[in-house]
Nanobody, 125 residues
Framework: QVQLVESGGGLAQAGGSLVLSCAAS????????VGWFRQAPGTERNFVAV????????YHTDSVKGRFTISRDITKNTVYLRMTDLKSEDTAVYYC??????????????????WGQGTQVTVTV
């Protein structure tokens, strides 16, 4: 069992920055691939970024490439999503999720075993 807790959300101005954290407990977090997803009001939850177990392999969806960076600190059992140059369309609830399997389509929600409760990010213009 893995428990995930997101933090760091809040209100930001367009062009500003936020850093989201996903803290894990209950298991060896380094055994899991971790993804970030987001859900805007009235829309489906969408993939944002993923990081492999070692932290060396990452992938970001096109809409956030160059603006968001996923990273992890294995010693702290935490995965981060650094968000810069925020836009109004980044407004959403952000979720982190952990997957214990290898070699799959990380953009799919159903490959993840554990989810956090989400943290709200609101970008104002």
């Amino acid at each position: 069992q893995v428990q995930l807790v997101e933090s760091g959300g809040g209100l930001a101005q367009a062009g500003g920055s936020l850093v989201l954290s996903c803290a894990a407990s209950g298991a060896t977090f380094s055994r899991y691939t971790v993804g970030w997803f987001r859900q805007a009001p009235g829309t489906e939850r969408n993939f944002v970024a993923v990081i492999g177990r070692s932290g060396q392999n990452t992938y970001h969806t096109d809409s956030v490439k160059g603006r968001f960076t996923i990273s992890r600190d294995i010693t702290k059992n935490t995965v981060y999503l650094r968000m810069t140059d925020l836009k109004s369309e980044d407004t959403a609830v952000y979720y982190c999720a952990a997957a214990g399997v290898d070699g799959t389509d990380w953009r799919r929600e159903d490959v993840y075993d554990y989810w956090g409760q989400g943290t709200q990010v609101t970008v104002t213009v």
